[in-house]
């Protein structure tokens, strides 16, 4: 007998920590994230609004790599992911995947965010700028799993690619992408400091 992995869900996943100067790079991208959350009264209300235990720039601001230098070096650094993403995915495209947008995640103790997925864009990700140990890793779903009915459980040592949920636990530089469809989640950070990563996506 034989086994075809029909459909395929390809998350990509890649690091920054190998770039030259990364470990400045990364203080000073930390330090920009900061820095929003001082200056952005508007985020910081959109936060107590929704529950957001934390900060984030997505509801206040759009224009992150015009506005400060370390997200346009971030900017020209992603794009680079992003076309070998599609190009893995082999995507026909008529241009170079395109960032729509840029926002900053500063998760405190406790925070998390619910199941969600990116409508108007092809490709998400997310950069990791600091994760303290025990901080939340991301949590994928299986994009079958309304549609399983009567399908048992899987036993506690199946592969990855057949759990209905999968934890990636990401490092300082990590870049995880995937398709926008693809729902996720970030639980409870369990972390007694702040996570701060930056999210993103390519229309």
């Not at 008529?94 to 864009?121: E, F, Q």
């Not at 209905?164 to 990401?170: K, R, T």
Request: glycine letters at 6%; one cysteine or more.
């Amino acid at each position: 007998m034989s086994l075809r992995p029909l459909f395929v869900t390809q998350v990509y996943e890649a690091s920054l920590a190998g770039e030259p100067g990364f470990d400045t790079f990364n203080v000073e991208l930390a330090d920009a994230c900061r820095s929003l959350a001082e200056d952005d009264g508007a985020g910081r209300a959109w936060c107590r609004e929704h529950g957001y235990r934390g900060y984030t720039s997505y509801g206040s601001l759009n224009d992150l790599p015009q506005r400060m230098p370390e997200f346009a070096d971030l900017k020209r650094l992603l794009d680079r992911h992003a076309l070998h993403y599609a190009k893995a995915l082999n995507f026909d495209l008529a241009r170079k995947p395109k960032l729509d947008n840029l926002w900053v995640n500063i998760l405190k103790p406790g925070g998390s965010h619910s199941g969600h997925i990116h409508p108007h864009a092809y490709l998400s990700g997310t950069v990791y700028v600091e994760v303290p140990d025990r901080a939340s890793a991301l949590k994928l779903e299986d994009p079958r799993l309304a549609m399983m009915m009567a399908r048992p459980a899987v036993t506690a040592d199946a592969p990855l690619a057949e759990k209905p949920f999968v934890y990636l636990a990401p490092a300082a530089g990590t870049v995880l992408m995937w398709e926008s469809w693809l729902r996720h989640e970030v639980p409870p950070n369990a972390a007694k400091s702040e996570r701060i990563s930056i999210s993103f996506n390519y229309a």
